[in-house]
């Protein structure tokens, strides 16, 4: 009697636990395949043949790397005239079974925007992605989204906090983890857990690791207190949940990554100044630098590492910055920009930065706007934009640190001592990425931010030759009444559009003016203020008259090697230029029809039908006085000149 009772219990048992593991199984690798994002690129392939071959192989190679246990690949294809790059990512908790799944359903999804010439597909689980260019060290860029949980689930005060702690721990050990990949979980209170999860692509640097999981966790704060949230970027993904999805074995242990890093001063610094009086002063500190933008409750942790390393710009001493740059030495200057000069500067931990000393008449602005703009630029991230690392004022001084790019600005390439050393792929990259990053600036940060002083000299070459914009948002720190010829405007003669230049009238189509004269100059290597010396025609006016009769390939750098390019390139790249440089701003192109422009395949449909204009450095109207704001603007006097034609 007793025996086949105690079987029955058994059986209901292990029936429940069955019951149990079932459900938990199921609802794990299910919503694992809960599409996050999906976004198809707005332009259309035009050799959908070539394209939709090479895309079928890639995709093949990416499903032979998932099969044989990779989490992530990058497969390229470039036959025919439409190369292909695409990649995959698992979150590297899924089983492998899972991780395939995943690619399948993101495969089935993606094949959704057939003809596009690029895709984007995320999962909880995985990301698919394929594109036209190699965006394979992208780590940030337009269109980060962020996605929160139901608002109106309840979680204890606590909450807030402990996902907070969890985040920020993520954040600091993901990009120093191999592979870049972190789960973590932290308790809340009784019988609460957070868990969360951060990976990044494993084709970028870790300091590009580091910058988009800088813009995601600044995304995903906005969620707590609900019960999950997921935040995304080109480069790295980050989501937290109040249930768990993944198994206990499969915690990172991400203590090594927080702990291990006393070869980096700053955090030294924290660790000796937490327990002592500096720590309240350092608190006081980033109350006073921050205080009045942010008023979430915090753990103190939180916020002193928040500040420091992530959301603000870094504050550095003057001394440090001094001996960097040899007590701004002549040797060590590498330049006089509009805003001031800027020399290179050797930090303490080996990092090689640009320190840009300001030029900017104090009385013109209160100290709090310096610091409210300097945290607005620090939080741009773009790949095509020159990352502002910090800053640093002592009394009157104000000093900006940036990113240090080893090939220095464009002007040396197109005029100087480097003309004509650039081929013709690394001129249209640089076409295309100063494109990508005015359209950023204007249209996809969330202000918009007119650069107002494109020219060569503000356009930055990475490495790799890719360009990056520096300058950006320096223009807010002058007056802001520039109603009419007596303001000072910020600009270049030569490159500023005329409605600025004689009124003042300011709109992001002063940028695409600016953009198309630099155009002109990298693809004839000629100065647009600079006559040709066997005719007295600008450098506009010359690339107009050509194009009107279909001379235009006369105006190509006799540099560059005829077999570098095609024909209907470079018509298409002058087209594009003499759209940006149309007479009345409102029919020149907007920076993102631009980078559409340059993207498509073939001839364009939109023409230039208008002359373009001209400001020359003549004497006819006055315009611009002093420069104690130190932009550019000489006392000038210019004229506007007709570019001759219809
Ligand atoms: C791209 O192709 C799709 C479908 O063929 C079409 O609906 C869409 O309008 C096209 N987009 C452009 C920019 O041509
Ligand atoms: C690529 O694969 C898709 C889906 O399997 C198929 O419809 C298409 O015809 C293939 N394209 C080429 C050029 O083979
Ligand atoms: C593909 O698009 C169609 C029509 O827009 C839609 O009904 C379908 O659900 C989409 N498929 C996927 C997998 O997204
Ligand atoms: C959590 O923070 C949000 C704002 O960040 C706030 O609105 C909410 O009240 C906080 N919840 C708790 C329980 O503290
Ligand atoms: C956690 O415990 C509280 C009471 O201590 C209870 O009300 C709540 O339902 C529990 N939550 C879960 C998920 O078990
Ligand atoms: C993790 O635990 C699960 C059971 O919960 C087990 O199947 C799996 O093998 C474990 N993985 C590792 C890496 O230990």
């Known amino acids: 009697m007793q025996q086949p009772r105690k079987r029955c219990v058994m059986i209901l048992l292990w029936a429940i636990i069955w019951v149990f593991l079932l459900m938990e199984d199921g609802a794990n690798s299910d919503s694992e395949l809960n599409l996050l994002n999906s976004i198809c690129a707005q332009d259309n392939v035009t050799n959908f043949q070539d394209f939709s071959r090479n895309l079928n192989a890639t995709f093949l190679k990416l499903r032979e790397e998932i099969v044989s246990g990779n989490y992530f690949a990058t497969a390229d294809q470039a036959a025919g005239s439409s190369p292909t790059y695409s990649m995959v990512q698992c979150r590297k908790y899924l089983s492998p079974t899972d991780c395939l799944a995943c690619f399948n359903a993101a495969l ?49 005060t606590s909450f807030n906090a402990s996902v907070g702690g969890l985040l920020n721990d993520l954040l600091m050990a993901t990009p120093r983890t191999d592979g870049y990949f972190a789960t973590s979980k932290k308790k809340v209170s009784g019988n609460i857990t957070v868990y969360g999860v951060a990976q990044c692509i494993e084709t970028i640097s870790e300091s590009g690791c580091r910058s988009c999981m800088s813009v995601v966790y600044s995304d995903i704060r906005q969620c707590p207190p609900t019960l999950d949230g997921r935040a995304m970027d080109v480069g790295c993904f980050l989501r937290y949940s109040e249930s768990p999805f993944f198994a206990d074995n499969q915690t990172t242990d991400i203590a090594r990554f927080l702990e291990n890093n006393s070869s980096s001063k700053k955090d030294a610094l924290i660790g000796g100044l937490i327990g002592g009086i500096g720590f309240l002063l350092l608190v006081l500190a980033v109350f006073f630098w921050f205080g009045s933008s942010r008023r979430k409750k915090m753990a103190p942790r939180g916020d002193i590492l928040e500040a420091t390393e992530l959301q603000g710009p870094v504050n550095y001493s003057y001394r440090d910055l001094n001996s960097a740059t040899q007590n701004f030495s002549l040797e060590n200057k590498l330049g006089a920009g509009g805003f001031g000069d800027v020399y290179k500067g050797v930090l303490k931990s080996g990092k090689v930065v640009a320190v840009k000393k300001l030029a900017i008449d104090q009385s013109l602005r209160a100290k709090a706007d310096f ?17 502002l690392l910090g800053c640093c004022s002592r009394g009157a001084e104000l000093l900006l640190v940036y990113e240090f790019m080893p090939n220095g600005s464009l002007d040396k390439f197109l005029f100087g001592e480097k003309k004509g050393s650039l081929n013709w792929k690394q001129r249209f990259d640089i076409i295309l990425g100063t494109a990508r990053g005015l359209a950023y600036l204007h249209e996809e940060f969330h202000l918009c931010i007119i650069h107002r002083d494109i020219k060569p000299s503000n356009i930055l070459l990475d490495h790799d030759f890719q360009p990056k914009i520096a300058d950006f948002g320096l223009a807010r720190l002058l007056p802001q009444d520039r109603s009419h010829l007596s ?25 695409a003016y600016s953009y198309g004269i630099v155009v002109l100059e990298i693809i004839s290597g000629q100065k647009s203020s600079e006559a040709k010396s066997d005719s007295d025609e600008f450098l506009l006016k010359q690339g107009w008259g050509l194009y009107e009769n279909n001379r235009h390939e006369e105006l190509v750098d006799e540099t560059l090697d005829r077999s570098e390019y095609h024909a209907e390139d ?37 023409r230039p039908t208008t002359k373009p204009i001209f400001v020359e450095s003549d004497k006819k109207v006055r315009v611009g006085t002093s420069t104690s704001t130190g932009s550019s603007v000489s006392n000038a006097t210019v004229s506007i000149t007709e570019v001759s034609g219809r």
Do not use: W
Request: charged fraction near 20%.
């Open 108 to 156: 089935t999804t993606i094949r959704n925007c057939s003809a596009a010439y690029g895709a984007d597909v995320i999962y909880d689980g995985c990301l698919l992605r394929y594109d036209g260019n190699n965006f394979y060290t992208q780590s940030t860029g337009q269109g980060h989204t962020v996605i929160c949980g139901d608002p109106t689930a309840s979680n204890p």
């Open 371 to 387: 610091e409210s703009e300097v945290r607005i630029i620090s939080n741009v991230h773009h790949r095509n934009l020159l990352r």
């Open 487 to 511: 303001t000072k405007f910020a600009g270049t003669l030569g490159y500023t559009a005329p409605e600025y230049a004689i009124l003042g009238q300011l709109s992001e189509k002063v940028d």
């Open 570 to 606: 470079v018509r298409k790249v002058i087209e594009i230029a003499l759209l940006c440089t149309q007479a009345s701003a409102a029919s020149r192109p907007s920076m993102s029809e631009v980078v559409v422009l340059l993207r498509s395949k073939g001839s364009l449909n939109r």
